[in-house]
Protein backbone atom coordinates (compact mmCIF):
# COMPACT_ATOMS: atom_id res chain seq x y z
CA UNK A 1 0.00 0.00 0.00
CA UNK A 2 1.43 3.62 -0.92
CA UNK A 3 -0.04 7.20 -0.55
CA UNK A 4 -0.57 9.36 -2.90
CA UNK A 5 0.61 13.10 -2.84
CA UNK A 6 -2.48 14.39 -0.43
CA UNK A 7 -1.33 11.22 2.24
CA UNK A 8 -4.00 8.96 1.35
CA UNK A 9 -3.46 5.24 1.19
CA UNK A 10 -3.79 3.62 -2.20
CA UNK A 11 -4.04 -0.36 -2.41
CA UNK A 12 -1.13 -0.76 -4.97
CA UNK A 13 2.47 -1.39 -5.20
CA UNK A 14 2.95 0.55 -8.41
CA UNK A 15 4.56 4.18 -8.26
CA UNK A 16 3.57 4.48 -11.46
CA UNK A 17 0.20 4.14 -10.82
CA UNK A 18 0.40 6.64 -7.73
CA UNK A 19 2.32 9.24 -9.66
CA UNK A 20 -0.81 9.16 -12.43
CA UNK A 21 -3.09 8.91 -9.69
CA UNK A 22 -1.61 12.21 -8.19
CA UNK A 23 -1.57 13.98 -11.92
CA UNK A 24 -5.28 12.31 -12.69
CA UNK A 25 -5.98 14.30 -9.18
CA UNK A 26 -4.76 17.73 -10.30
CA UNK A 27 -6.78 17.27 -14.09
CA UNK A 28 -9.72 16.35 -12.16
CA UNK A 29 -9.95 19.30 -9.87
CA UNK A 30 -8.68 21.55 -12.31
CA UNK A 31 -11.34 20.73 -15.41
CA UNK A 32 -8.24 19.90 -17.44
CA UNK A 33 -8.08 17.94 -20.53
CA UNK A 34 -5.68 15.32 -19.91
CA UNK A 35 -8.18 13.62 -17.34
CA UNK A 36 -9.36 10.42 -19.38
CA UNK A 37 -5.60 10.04 -20.67
CA UNK A 38 -4.28 10.23 -17.44
CA UNK A 39 -6.64 7.81 -15.52
CA UNK A 40 -6.47 5.29 -18.37
CA UNK A 41 -2.13 5.38 -17.83
CA UNK A 42 -3.21 4.72 -14.03
CA UNK A 43 -5.10 1.91 -15.12
CA UNK A 44 -2.04 0.82 -17.49
CA UNK A 45 0.42 0.91 -14.60
CA UNK A 46 -1.58 -1.33 -12.67
CA UNK A 47 -4.83 -2.70 -13.74
CA UNK A 48 -6.15 -4.72 -10.84
CA UNK A 49 -5.81 -1.32 -8.56
CA UNK A 50 -9.28 -0.40 -7.15
CA UNK A 51 -9.08 3.07 -6.72
CA UNK A 52 -7.55 3.84 -10.13
CA UNK A 53 -10.67 1.66 -11.63
CA UNK A 54 -12.91 3.45 -9.83
CA UNK A 55 -11.34 7.27 -10.82
CA UNK A 56 -12.00 6.30 -14.09
CA UNK A 57 -15.54 4.73 -13.38
CA UNK A 58 -16.71 7.80 -12.18
CA UNK A 59 -14.58 10.02 -15.17
CA UNK A 60 -16.89 8.12 -17.44
CA UNK A 61 -19.66 9.11 -15.57
CA UNK A 62 -19.51 12.86 -15.49
CA UNK A 63 -19.89 12.84 -18.94
CA UNK A 64 -23.42 11.73 -18.83
CA UNK A 65 -23.52 10.12 -21.92
CA UNK A 66 -24.72 6.14 -22.79
CA UNK A 67 -22.04 5.58 -24.28
CA UNK A 68 -19.68 7.07 -21.53
CA UNK A 69 -21.82 5.22 -18.98
CA UNK A 70 -21.13 1.41 -21.05
CA UNK A 71 -16.96 2.52 -20.58
CA UNK A 72 -17.90 2.97 -17.38
CA UNK A 73 -19.12 -0.28 -16.57
CA UNK A 74 -15.98 -2.79 -16.84
CA UNK A 75 -14.13 -0.36 -14.55
CA UNK A 76 -16.62 -0.30 -11.82
CA UNK A 77 -17.01 -3.94 -12.43
CA UNK A 78 -12.64 -4.56 -11.75
CA UNK A 79 -13.03 -2.17 -8.58
CA UNK A 80 -15.90 -4.02 -6.81
CA UNK A 81 -13.72 -7.06 -7.23
CA UNK A 82 -11.13 -6.51 -4.17
CA UNK A 83 -13.43 -4.81 -1.66
CA UNK A 84 -12.45 -6.92 1.48
CA UNK A 85 -9.11 -6.43 0.99
CA UNK A 86 -8.41 -2.60 0.41
CA UNK A 87 -8.75 0.28 3.45
CA UNK A 88 -12.32 2.08 4.27
CA UNK A 89 -11.39 4.84 2.48
CA UNK A 90 -11.34 3.13 -0.32
CA UNK A 91 -13.68 1.06 0.15
CA UNK A 92 -16.61 3.99 0.69
CA UNK A 93 -15.68 5.25 -2.58
CA UNK A 94 -16.13 2.56 -5.06
CA UNK A 95 -19.61 2.06 -3.13
CA UNK A 96 -20.51 5.82 -3.93
CA UNK A 97 -19.60 5.36 -7.88
CA UNK A 98 -21.21 2.46 -7.88
CA UNK A 99 -24.38 3.97 -6.21
CA UNK A 100 -24.11 6.88 -8.62
CA UNK A 101 -23.98 4.28 -11.63
CA UNK A 102 -27.03 2.56 -10.27
CA UNK A 103 -29.02 6.13 -9.98
CA UNK A 104 -29.21 5.39 -6.58
CA UNK A 105 -27.76 9.56 -5.55
CA UNK A 106 -29.29 9.91 -2.19
CA UNK A 107 -26.75 6.91 -1.46
CA UNK A 108 -24.17 8.61 -3.35
CA UNK A 109 -24.21 11.03 -1.09
CA UNK A 110 -24.23 9.92 1.76
CA UNK A 111 -21.16 7.60 1.21
CA UNK A 112 -18.96 10.94 0.14
CA UNK A 113 -20.33 12.98 3.09
CA UNK A 114 -18.87 10.22 5.48
CA UNK A 115 -15.59 10.53 3.74
CA UNK A 116 -15.32 14.40 3.67
CA UNK A 117 -16.40 13.41 7.30
CA UNK A 118 -13.39 10.87 7.96
CA UNK A 119 -10.98 11.75 4.84
CA UNK A 120 -10.98 15.13 4.64
CA UNK A 121 -8.23 15.32 2.50
CA UNK A 122 -10.06 13.35 -0.30
CA UNK A 123 -11.09 16.31 -2.75
CA UNK A 124 -12.31 13.89 -5.42
CA UNK A 125 -14.86 13.05 -3.42
CA UNK A 126 -16.00 16.11 -2.31
CA UNK A 127 -16.00 17.53 -6.08
CA UNK A 128 -18.34 14.59 -6.79
CA UNK A 129 -20.56 15.33 -4.05
CA UNK A 130 -20.76 18.62 -4.92
CA UNK A 131 -21.70 17.62 -8.31
CA UNK A 132 -24.65 15.70 -6.86
CA UNK A 133 -26.16 18.25 -5.02
CA UNK A 134 -25.73 20.44 -7.97
CA UNK A 135 -28.05 18.85 -10.21
CA UNK A 136 -30.43 18.25 -7.27
CA UNK A 137 -30.42 21.67 -6.94
CA UNK A 138 -29.33 21.35 -3.07
CA UNK A 139 -27.14 25.02 -2.63
CA UNK A 140 -26.71 25.00 1.03
CA UNK A 141 -25.28 20.84 0.78
CA UNK A 142 -23.36 21.61 -1.84
CA UNK A 143 -21.52 24.54 -0.04
CA UNK A 144 -21.62 22.88 3.28
CA UNK A 145 -19.59 19.45 2.17
CA UNK A 146 -16.64 21.92 0.89
CA UNK A 147 -16.55 23.96 3.89
CA UNK A 148 -16.38 20.78 5.98
CA UNK A 149 -13.27 19.69 4.27
CA UNK A 150 -11.74 23.39 4.39
CA UNK A 151 -9.50 23.31 7.55
CA UNK A 152 -8.23 20.14 6.52
CA UNK A 153 -6.82 21.60 2.85
CA UNK A 154 -5.77 25.07 3.54
CA UNK A 155 -2.77 25.10 1.37
CA UNK A 156 -4.82 23.88 -1.57
CA UNK A 157 -6.75 26.15 -3.63
CA UNK A 158 -8.86 23.73 -5.07
CA UNK A 159 -11.25 23.79 -1.92
CA UNK A 160 -11.37 27.48 -2.14
CA UNK A 161 -12.92 27.49 -5.41
CA UNK A 162 -15.32 25.05 -4.27
CA UNK A 163 -16.44 27.11 -0.87
CA UNK A 164 -16.29 30.15 -3.44
CA UNK A 165 -19.15 28.68 -6.20
CA UNK A 166 -20.91 27.28 -3.05
CA UNK A 167 -21.20 30.29 -1.24
CA UNK A 168 -22.15 32.46 -4.53
CA UNK A 169 -24.83 29.33 -5.38
CA UNK A 170 -26.38 30.65 -1.74
CA UNK A 171 -25.90 34.41 -2.75
CA UNK A 172 -22.88 35.57 0.19
CA UNK A 173 -21.15 37.18 -3.18
CA UNK A 174 -19.30 39.20 -0.86
CA UNK A 175 -17.21 36.03 0.91
CA UNK A 176 -17.26 34.29 -2.66
CA UNK A 177 -15.27 36.41 -4.35
CA UNK A 178 -13.29 36.66 -1.69
CA UNK A 179 -12.12 33.59 -1.37
CA UNK A 180 -12.70 33.26 -5.37
CA UNK A 181 -9.61 35.91 -5.31
CA UNK A 182 -7.37 34.46 -2.73
CA UNK A 183 -7.43 31.19 -4.86
CA UNK A 184 -6.22 33.21 -7.53
CA UNK A 185 -3.25 34.59 -5.75
CA UNK A 186 -2.54 31.27 -4.88
CA UNK A 187 -2.81 29.66 -8.43
CA UNK A 188 -3.86 31.89 -11.78
CA UNK A 189 -4.26 28.52 -13.62
CA UNK A 190 -7.67 27.62 -11.58
CA UNK A 191 -10.85 28.20 -14.18
CA UNK A 192 -13.26 26.93 -12.04
CA UNK A 193 -12.30 30.09 -9.44
CA UNK A 194 -12.61 32.31 -11.86
CA UNK A 195 -16.34 30.92 -13.31
CA UNK A 196 -17.26 31.09 -9.98
CA UNK A 197 -16.61 35.15 -9.50
CA UNK A 198 -18.10 35.08 -12.63
CA UNK A 199 -21.70 34.34 -11.11
CA UNK A 200 -20.93 36.61 -8.97
CA UNK A 201 -20.36 39.74 -11.15
CA UNK A 202 -23.27 38.55 -13.23
CA UNK A 203 -25.58 38.44 -10.49
CA UNK A 204 -25.03 41.70 -9.34
CA UNK A 205 -25.07 43.15 -13.08
CA UNK A 206 -21.05 44.18 -13.28
CA UNK A 207 -20.66 43.30 -16.89
CA UNK A 208 -17.99 45.12 -18.00
CA UNK A 209 -16.00 44.17 -14.89
CA UNK A 210 -17.10 40.55 -15.83
CA UNK A 211 -15.95 40.59 -18.77
CA UNK A 212 -12.47 41.94 -18.03
CA UNK A 213 -12.29 39.45 -15.36
CA UNK A 214 -13.39 36.57 -17.39
CA UNK A 215 -11.11 37.52 -20.05
CA UNK A 216 -7.97 38.53 -17.98
CA UNK A 217 -7.99 34.73 -17.49
CA UNK A 218 -8.76 33.27 -20.60
CA UNK A 219 -5.66 32.61 -21.91
CA UNK A 220 -5.73 29.85 -18.84
CA UNK A 221 -8.51 27.63 -20.46
CA UNK A 222 -6.40 26.15 -23.41
CA UNK A 223 -5.62 23.73 -20.63
CA UNK A 224 -9.06 22.68 -19.78
CA UNK A 225 -11.69 19.89 -20.49
CA UNK A 226 -14.40 21.59 -24.00
CA UNK A 227 -17.06 21.26 -20.79
CA UNK A 228 -15.69 24.21 -18.73
CA UNK A 229 -13.98 25.96 -21.88
CA UNK A 230 -16.93 26.39 -23.50
CA UNK A 231 -19.07 27.46 -20.17
CA UNK A 232 -16.53 29.57 -19.54
CA UNK A 233 -16.67 31.76 -22.81
CA UNK A 234 -20.46 31.18 -22.34
CA UNK A 235 -20.49 33.19 -19.21
CA UNK A 236 -18.48 36.24 -20.66
CA UNK A 237 -20.92 35.89 -23.97
CA UNK A 238 -24.09 36.73 -21.61
CA UNK A 239 -22.12 39.56 -20.35
CA UNK A 240 -22.13 40.93 -23.72
CA UNK A 241 -25.90 39.87 -24.12
CA UNK A 242 -26.87 41.86 -21.53
CA UNK A 243 -25.07 44.66 -23.40
CA UNK A 244 -27.16 43.76 -26.08
CA UNK A 245 -24.25 43.26 -28.58
CA UNK A 246 -25.56 40.46 -30.12
CA UNK A 247 -23.05 39.97 -32.89
CA UNK A 248 -20.21 39.88 -30.52
CA UNK A 249 -22.36 37.19 -28.64
CA UNK A 250 -22.79 35.52 -32.00
CA UNK A 251 -19.03 35.32 -32.86
CA UNK A 252 -18.39 34.07 -29.50
CA UNK A 253 -21.04 30.64 -30.00
CA UNK A 254 -19.07 30.31 -33.15
CA UNK A 255 -15.53 30.61 -32.10
CA UNK A 256 -15.45 29.58 -28.47
CA UNK A 257 -18.96 27.70 -27.55
CA UNK A 258 -20.28 25.45 -30.04
CA UNK A 259 -17.12 26.38 -32.27
CA UNK A 260 -14.64 24.58 -29.52
CA UNK A 261 -16.60 22.21 -27.91
CA UNK A 262 -17.11 18.34 -28.39
CA UNK A 263 -20.28 18.36 -29.96
CA UNK A 264 -21.33 15.11 -28.99
CA UNK A 265 -20.81 16.05 -25.58
CA UNK A 266 -24.13 16.77 -23.23
CA UNK A 267 -23.15 19.43 -21.22
CA UNK A 268 -21.41 21.08 -24.31
CA UNK A 269 -24.95 20.90 -26.24
CA UNK A 270 -26.63 22.71 -23.46
CA UNK A 271 -24.29 25.45 -23.11
CA UNK A 272 -25.16 26.21 -26.76
CA UNK A 273 -28.55 25.54 -26.65
CA UNK A 274 -29.17 27.84 -23.48
CA UNK A 275 -27.02 30.82 -25.56
CA UNK A 276 -29.37 30.63 -28.74
CA UNK A 277 -32.50 30.30 -26.71
CA UNK A 278 -31.85 33.50 -24.82
CA UNK A 279 -30.55 35.50 -28.00
CA UNK A 280 -33.90 34.26 -29.47
CA UNK A 281 -35.72 35.53 -26.71
CA UNK A 282 -33.72 39.05 -26.87
CA UNK A 283 -34.97 38.98 -30.59
CA UNK A 284 -32.02 38.40 -32.22
CA UNK A 285 -32.12 35.95 -35.45
CA UNK A 286 -29.64 32.88 -34.92
CA UNK A 287 -29.59 31.99 -38.39
CA UNK A 288 -29.73 28.43 -38.93
CA UNK A 289 -28.19 27.29 -35.72
CA UNK A 290 -30.89 25.48 -34.58
CA UNK A 291 -30.53 23.23 -36.93
CA UNK A 292 -27.47 22.67 -36.75
CA UNK A 293 -26.86 21.59 -33.49
CA UNK A 294 -30.30 19.64 -33.63
CA UNK A 295 -27.92 16.91 -35.65
CA UNK A 296 -26.00 16.22 -32.74
CA UNK A 297 -29.24 14.90 -30.56
CA UNK A 298 -30.17 12.16 -31.72
CA UNK A 299 -28.39 9.78 -29.04
CA UNK A 300 -29.71 12.55 -26.44
CA UNK A 301 -33.39 11.18 -27.10
CA UNK A 302 -34.08 8.17 -24.50
CA UNK A 303 -30.59 9.09 -22.39
CA UNK A 304 -32.22 11.19 -19.91
CA UNK A 305 -29.31 11.53 -18.00
CA UNK A 306 -30.31 14.75 -15.95
CA UNK A 307 -33.74 16.39 -16.03
CA UNK A 308 -31.54 19.59 -16.61
CA UNK A 309 -30.62 18.85 -19.65
CA UNK A 310 -33.34 17.06 -21.14
CA UNK A 311 -35.45 20.70 -21.02
CA UNK A 312 -32.65 22.02 -23.09
CA UNK A 313 -32.43 18.97 -25.79
CA UNK A 314 -36.68 19.12 -25.64
CA UNK A 315 -36.66 22.92 -26.92
CA UNK A 316 -33.64 22.70 -29.19
CA UNK A 317 -35.69 19.77 -31.08
CA UNK A 318 -38.99 22.36 -31.35
CA UNK A 319 -36.97 24.91 -32.72
CA UNK A 320 -35.03 23.19 -34.73
CA UNK A 321 -38.61 21.25 -35.69
CA UNK A 322 -37.57 18.21 -35.38
CA UNK A 323 -41.25 16.80 -34.75
CA UNK A 324 -40.36 13.12 -35.50
CA UNK A 325 -37.22 13.27 -32.60
CA UNK A 326 -39.17 15.78 -30.04
CA UNK A 327 -41.91 13.54 -30.07
CA UNK A 328 -40.24 10.26 -29.07
CA UNK A 329 -38.09 12.15 -26.54
CA UNK A 330 -41.41 13.33 -24.85
CA UNK A 331 -42.57 9.91 -24.79
CA UNK A 332 -39.62 8.43 -23.53
CA UNK A 333 -39.22 10.96 -21.04
CA UNK A 334 -42.28 10.14 -19.82
CA UNK A 335 -41.39 6.63 -19.50
CA UNK A 336 -37.94 7.35 -18.06
CA UNK A 337 -40.21 9.61 -14.97
CA UNK A 338 -42.37 6.48 -14.11
CA UNK A 339 -40.07 4.08 -13.59
CA UNK A 340 -36.72 6.07 -12.23
CA UNK A 341 -35.21 5.57 -8.87
CA UNK A 342 -37.91 6.65 -6.35
CA UNK A 343 -35.32 9.11 -4.84
CA UNK A 344 -35.38 10.91 -8.10
CA UNK A 345 -38.98 10.39 -9.51
CA UNK A 346 -40.79 13.05 -8.25
CA UNK A 347 -38.70 15.82 -9.76
CA UNK A 348 -39.16 14.29 -12.74
CA UNK A 349 -42.80 14.01 -12.57
CA UNK A 350 -43.60 17.11 -10.46
CA UNK A 351 -41.37 19.22 -12.03
CA UNK A 352 -39.41 18.26 -15.43
CA UNK A 353 -42.36 16.55 -17.36
CA UNK A 354 -44.70 19.73 -16.85
CA UNK A 355 -41.15 22.09 -17.62
CA UNK A 356 -40.86 20.22 -20.97
CA UNK A 357 -44.48 20.64 -22.11
CA UNK A 358 -44.12 24.36 -20.95
CA UNK A 359 -40.62 24.33 -23.26
CA UNK A 360 -42.05 22.95 -26.15
CA UNK A 361 -45.22 24.98 -25.88
CA UNK A 362 -43.03 28.37 -26.27
CA UNK A 363 -40.68 27.15 -28.52
CA UNK A 364 -43.62 26.18 -30.86
CA UNK A 365 -45.40 29.91 -30.08
CA UNK A 366 -48.04 28.54 -27.63
CA UNK A 367 -47.67 30.94 -25.30
CA UNK A 368 -50.66 30.58 -23.02
CA UNK A 369 -50.07 26.75 -23.39
CA UNK A 370 -46.67 27.52 -22.11
CA UNK A 371 -47.84 30.06 -19.20
CA UNK A 372 -50.50 27.33 -17.73
CA UNK A 373 -47.63 24.58 -17.61
CA UNK A 374 -44.77 26.68 -16.33
CA UNK A 375 -46.55 28.97 -14.08
CA UNK A 376 -47.03 26.46 -11.22
CA UNK A 377 -43.77 24.72 -10.97
CA UNK A 378 -41.37 27.56 -11.41
CA UNK A 379 -40.64 28.06 -7.59
CA UNK A 380 -39.55 24.24 -7.90
CA UNK A 381 -37.15 24.57 -11.07
CA UNK A 382 -34.11 24.04 -8.91
CA UNK A 383 -34.88 20.60 -8.10
CA UNK A 384 -34.01 19.86 -11.41
CA UNK A 385 -30.51 21.05 -10.38
CA UNK A 386 -28.19 23.41 -12.62
CA UNK A 387 -26.91 27.19 -10.97
CA UNK A 388 -28.57 29.85 -10.50
CA UNK A 389 -27.46 31.33 -13.99
CA UNK A 390 -28.45 28.68 -15.70
CA UNK A 391 -32.34 28.41 -13.92
CA UNK A 392 -32.51 32.34 -14.79
CA UNK A 393 -33.01 30.93 -18.23
CA UNK A 394 -36.41 29.06 -17.33
CA UNK A 395 -37.77 32.49 -15.42
CA UNK A 396 -36.97 34.37 -18.86
CA UNK A 397 -38.77 31.76 -20.98
CA UNK A 398 -41.74 32.41 -18.99
CA UNK A 399 -41.72 35.73 -18.58
CA UNK A 400 -41.46 36.24 -22.54
CA UNK A 401 -44.05 33.97 -22.54
CA UNK A 402 -46.34 36.59 -20.70
CA UNK A 403 -44.90 39.00 -22.90
CA UNK A 404 -45.77 37.28 -26.14
CA UNK A 405 -49.64 36.17 -25.01
CA UNK A 406 -49.92 39.93 -23.80
CA UNK A 407 -48.67 41.17 -27.64
CA UNK A 408 -51.48 38.99 -28.95
CA UNK A 409 -54.15 39.63 -27.41
CA UNK A 410 -53.53 43.12 -28.46
CA UNK A 411 -53.61 42.68 -31.96
CA UNK A 412 -56.66 41.07 -31.43
CA UNK A 413 -58.41 43.23 -29.03
CA UNK A 414 -56.40 46.98 -29.79
CA UNK A 415 -56.13 48.99 -26.58
CA UNK A 416 -57.21 53.01 -27.34
CA UNK A 417 -54.71 55.09 -25.31
CA UNK A 418 -57.86 55.81 -22.81
CA UNK A 419 -57.63 51.83 -21.98
CA UNK A 420 -61.45 51.27 -23.82
CA UNK A 421 -61.25 48.32 -26.58
CA UNK A 422 -61.15 50.22 -29.89
CA UNK A 423 -64.24 50.14 -32.27
Request: hydrophobic share 45%; glycine share 4%.
Amino acid sequence: MLEDAKGLEITTDSPEAIAAINRFTDQALSYGKDAEAVILEAVAADPTCTMVNAYAAAHFLTQENAVAWKQAKPYLQTAQQHLAQISEREQLYVQAIAAWAEGAIDQAIALHEEIALKYPRDLISVQQGQYHYFYLGDKENLLKIAQKVLPANQENHYIYGMVAFGLEQCHQFEQAEAMGRMATTMNRHDPWVHHAIAHVMETQRRFDEGIAWMESFADTWENCNSMLYTHNWWHIALYYLEQGNAEKVLALYDKHVWGRADQESPKDQVGAIALLIRLELRGFDVGNRWQDLSTYLLPRLHEHALPFQDLHYIYALARAERSDWLNQMQQSMHKHALCVNSFLRRNWLEVAIPAARGMVFHANGEYLRAIAQLKPILPRMHQIGGSNAQRVLFEEIYLNAMWQSEKQSQIYFPITTKGKLAS
